[in-house]
């Protein structure tokens, strides 16, 4: 479960990370881009994007329950510190900064996350996304940019046990290219969890008093 | 002496020139001797060593041998007083692992997610045939309507968190959570963990562990020491951070002992090699004749070592710790024939070093009868050494020494001994008999140390940093295991699965994820029993249950098609568990030898007193053709195998022994003059070793037989009564450069090398005194000379 877990938190943070340099990339995108271009996008766009905000909406469209789940959020990015803040607004938090992740609960309790190895590998990863590497991305998943050249990625895992639990992740931007706009996970089975995104916000005030507590 | 024609004096055979050819043949022989020496493989390898008649023992070597066993380090860490994070301990983990990958220690393979995801597929695919009836009580209270809506209350909370990413569709194939009960219970009778860069973490979230396997034996000492000293470099430099590492496991143990024992020999040797330098010095007043003193040992050494070596092309290290004893022996035969050349009279000296030699010989030849390696070795070892000391004393020494003439330095002391003990022999030999009386029950308190890990020279920070690794965390590694061997797979799993009821143990990881072929029909049986008995009501409340939590019951249709009876399925097999982390457990649990299949099944224990009765009721029910197999019950047997074997050497040596005296001296009072001194003097040594409650070993009974054989060689000299006068001082002197040679291993901090000396000292002291109370009144007085008054 913490390998799902980790996966869905690394791979939001690699586009909404990426966001910033789609921004700067160029726009008019031939169709049906090979990976690379649209890795080398996204690469040469990240060089001076210090920081970024993003707030986001998550639908839980679940078999098992009658009704969606909806979760507002937010996600902040300092690049210069290292630092990653991620909300599920009233729910919980996790921030990941000075090469660990700690996490909240509602109530603003502290989890022990730092107690477990476990997590060691996220951290990796984070630390890897916060210095715009796509490597561990592409080591799990079949990156497919869409064939008809639409804003599109779709991921799949490389291995068919990870497609047992889970069938596929799309990553929708926006037209212009110029921010994630959807990003959706679907499980085995159908079940589907889907982030929306707004406006990223560029160069907003992030200080270190951010990425410390709640 | 001059008055006796068959006396050849030194002048005489000194004064004749060699030729040169006589002298090339020496040359030759010590050069090829010293080279064949020093170019001798030596090895470690314990194996080599130990018996390969015993069924028994046989059994477990290869048993262990099979899987490589003791190729694991743990370095276990934690903050010193939470002055360190446990990110910080972890990360000097990773860092240290780094550290000693290029001297042969490599961090254990990580689970990735396939595998851990594999795992639980396969647990998934044949819930029916591994759950057992322990499982089915837990689900069946799980299913009851409270429990069952409570239970699925906190389900969809969990569900229900956004930064959960699987429960929500995980719990639509199982929503009961059997297969992941069924993992956990895998993960717990397989030593699982929580697991992250190699790094274990204890739940205690204080203590992590790095697990390492090592790709070298810890008998390699030098790549150990590399090892180990770099583990030492990080414990102290991570101490200063406020980290504190723990280093357990058999690299730490080996290090310890082969460290003990080189700081014990830098310790003792220097000191013991003076004292006997001074005592020869103090016997001869010369340097010249204490280097020939010791001319046939050395050449007697290295042709011990060379003839081990050309006759099974490797020598075993441990026995060259011998060789203090084989010098002590080898070095009687120089002390003795240069102390007579120097007095200018030599002759008197040749027959009892022949006796003596024949005597050493015979009785070590009749040690390498042994069908013990070690002993064998030890015996072939020592009866080339000693031919080689006799024939380089007996005919090279004649040409070397050079007589001086002098009177004997230590006659003041050796004259009156010599003197009381012959004048009042009678006395003598009562005292002696009263020793012997007031020594004798000690034998009764003789016990023999089987406890192996009580030979262990390791320190005792060690011990006890083992002993708190195995409360905190069990076993290292597996040392116990219930073993069947079987033409067929499935006969020895059920083979192990019926020993364990019968013994009463749970089930281990092994018989949980491979049940024998039976036990799968049986645990089918159960399973289609429960959900016949149980289904219906089951449907109706989870139906309510979920209608009052506001979920639906179809989006669970998978988990309720799988609650059901199944009435065939195929068998769960060892490939089925191919890429999952149990695939290497499996590998070194299941294997297919030239016998057959292979079974063994791990016994929890943590420590090795709980296998004793374990082994007991085993015994008691007869649980053959399944056995134990444990290493406390190898390093048991291993001291039963040799303590056996000692014993039946002993009577051999004792026979080969009389029946040379017999052959030699003719004269059933000198044969009783020499016999009985050392066997008294045994008496005497091991009548005083129980009395001072030390326990035996087979080494301290191994060096027995030197003790014998210096006393044999003791009263073969004093056996003499027209030469006694002229062999007494000789005499003493040998035995005081063995004891000087002994005693100074009574400072050593190793328990093996401190028992040894400690016996070796005693009976020596044992041997001058029993040979000089004795001898006199067995073997008669000099009645060519006028008694002191």
């Known amino acids: 479960m913490k390998m799902m877990m980790m996966t869905m938190m690394m791979l939001l943070a690699q586009v909404l990370g990426s966001g910033p340099a789609l921004i700067a990339a160029d726009a008019g995108s031939s169709p049906a881009p090979s990976v690379d271009a649209f890795l080398a996008r996204v690469a040469a766009g990240e060089k001076g994007i210090a920081t970024v905000r993003i707030p986001f909406v998550q639908e839980k469209h679940l078999a098992i329950m009658d009704d969606a789940l909806l979760t507002d959020g ?67 998943f079949v990156l497919t940019p869409d064939p008809t050249g639409a804003a599109i990625l779709t991921l799949t895992p490389r291995s068919p046990e990870l497609t047992k639990y889970l069938a596929s992740i799309e990553m929708r931007f926006r037209d212009d290219f110029t921010a994630p706009k959807q990003l959706t996970m679907v499980a085995a089975g159908g079940d589907e969890t889907i982030y929306k995104f707004q406006e990223p916000q560029l160069g907003v005030a992030l200080p270190a008093a951010r990425f410390e507590k709640p | 002496m001059a008055s006796d024609p ?11 020139r060699r030729p040169w050819w006589w002298w090339t043949i020496w040359i030759v022989v010590a050069v090829v001797l010293g ?89 998934e695919d044949h819930l029916p045939l591994l759950v057992d009836s322990q499982a089915l009580e837990v689900i069946h209270k799980r299913i009851q309507p409270t429990e069952l809506h409570d239970y699925l209350t906190a389900m969809k909370e969990r569900a229900s968190r956004p930064d959960d990413a699987l429960v929500g569709s995980f719990v639509r194939r199982d929503v009961l959570a059997i297969g992941p009960q069924e993992m956990l219970a895998l993960q717990k009778t397989s030593g699982g963990a929580s697991f992250a860069n190699g790094v274990v973490s204890h739940p205690d979230g204080v203590h992590f562990m790095l697990p390492m396997t090592v790709d070298f034996d810890p008998a390699d000492t030098h790549r150990t020491f590399l090892l180990m000293d770099t583990v030492w470099d990080a414990v102290h430099a991570n101490a200063q951070k406020g980290i504190i590492f723990e280093p357990i496991g058999a690299y730490r143990h080996f290090d310890d002992n082969m460290k003990s024992l080189y700081s014990d020999f830098f310790k003792t040797i ?222 020895a799993l059920s083979g192990i699965a019926k020993a364990r009821i019968q013994l009463g143990l749970p089930p281990s990881a092994l018989e949980r994820a491979l049940p024998d ?88 224990i943590a420590h090795p007193s709980e296998l004793v009765p374990i082994e007991a009721h085993a015994r008691e029910l007869s649980i053959e053709p399944v056995w134990i197999a444990s290493r406390a019950h ?25 029946i040379a005296v017999a052959l030699l001296v003719r004269s059933p009072r000198k044969i009783l003059a020499m016999l009985l001194p050392p066997a008294i003097a045994m008496l005497w040594t091991f009548g005083i070793l129980g009395m001072i409650h030390a326990e035996l070993t087979p080494f301290t009974v191994l060096v027995a037989a030197f003790v014998g054989g210096i006393g044999i060689d003791c009263a073969v000299f004093l056996a003499q009564p027209e030469h006694r006068r002229s062999l007494i001082t000789p005499v003493i002197g040998c035995i005081a450069t063995a004891v000087a040679g002994t005693a100074v291993m009574l400072y050593a901090r190793h328990p093996l090398l401190c028992g040894v000396g400690g016996t070796l000292t005693i009976g020596m002291i044992s041997c001058l005194i029993a040979s000089l109370l004795l001898t006199p009144a067995l073997a008669g007085r000099d009645t060519t000379t006028t008694p002191a008054p």
């Not at chain 2, 939590?549 to 490939?575: C, N, W």
Request: include cysteine; charge should be neutral; proline fraction near 6%.
């Open chain 1, 74 to 140: 937010v996600i902040e990015i300092n690049r210069t510190l290292g630092a990653v803040r991620w909300e599920f607004t009233g729910k919980s938090l996790m921030i990941f900064g000075h090469g660990k992740i700690r996490r909240w609960d509602a109530d603003g309790k502290q989890e022990s996350v730092p107690n477990d190895p476990n997590l060691k590998p996220f951290q990796d990863q984070m630390q890897a996304f916060v210095s715009g590497d796509w490597a561990p991305l592409e080591k799990a």
């Open chain 2, 6 to 16: 068959a006396v050849l004096t030194t002048p005489d055979i000194v004064r004749r």
């Open chain 2, 35 to 123: 080279v064949t020496a020093v170019r001798a493989k030596f090895t470690t390898d314990l194996e080599q060593m130990l018996p390969n008649n015993d069924r028994d023992l046989n059994r477990i070597l290869t048993f262990l041998h099979e899987r490589g066993a003791s190729r694991l380090l743990a370095i276990e860490a934690w903050s010193d007083g939470g002055k360190a994070t446990p990110e910080q301990v972890t990360q000097a983990l990773v860092d240290l692992g780094a550290q000693l990958h290029p001297l042969g220690a490599q961090t254990l393979p990580q689970p990735g997610p396939d595998e851990i995801a594999k795992l639980l597929s396969v647990v």
């Open chain 2, 270 to 491: 220097p000191v013991g090699v003076a004292l006997i330098v001074l005592v020869l010095w103090s016997l001869s007043r010369s340097w010249g004749s204490v280097a020939a003193m010791y001319l046939p040992a050395l050449l007697g050494l290295a042709g011990a070592v060379s003839a081990v070596s050309i006759s099974q092309g490797q020598v075993p290290l441990p026995l060259i710790g011998f060789a203090a004893s084989l010098m002590g022996v080898a070095v009687d035969y120089g002390i003795q024939m240069t102390y007579a050349l120097r007095s200018g009279d030599y002759a008197h000296v040749r027959s009892p070093l022949l006796r003596s030699f024949v005597v050493s010989a015979c009785a070590f030849g009749a040690l390498a009868t042994s069908t013990v390696p070690a002993l064998h070795s030890l015996g072939l070892m020592v009866l080339c050494g000693v031919a080689v000391a006799y024939i380089s004393a007996r005919y090279l020494l004649p040409s070397v020494v050079t007589p001086a003439h002098r009177p004997d330095p230590w006659i003041h002391v050796t004259g009156p001994v010599l003197r009381i003990c012959e004048r009042w022999r009678w006395q003598c030999a009562g005292a002696a008999l009263v020793i012997t009386l007031a020594l004798a029950p000690g034998l009764w308190h003789l016990t023999f140390l089987s406890d192996i890990q009580r030979m262990d020279g390791s320190k005792q920070s060690t011990r006890d940093a083992l002993d708190t690794f195995l409360k905190r965390w069990g076993n290292l590694e597996p040392s116990n295991f219930l073993v069947d061997t079987q033409p067929n797979l499935d006969d």
């Open chain 2, 517 to 604: 072929s039976a036990t799968q029909d049986a645990h089918l049986a159960a399973w289609n029993a429960f959900w016949s008995a149980h289904r219906a009501q089951f449907l109706t409340d989870f139906a309510t249950a979920c209608a009052d939590l506001h979920m639906r019951p179809q989006g669970f249709a998978a988990s309720l098609e799988k609650y059901d009876v199944v009435p065939t399925t195929d068998k769960i097999t060892l490939e089925d568990w191919q890429g999952t982390p149990l695939q290497t457990l499996f590998a070194t649990l299941v294997l297919q030898t030239d016998k057959g299949w292979q079974v063994s099944s791990p016994l929890d």
């Open chain 2, 634 to 658: 190898l390093a048991k047997r291993l001291v039963e195998v040799l303590r056996s074997d000692l014993a039946r050497r002993a009577v051999a040596i004792t026979i080969a022994v009389g």
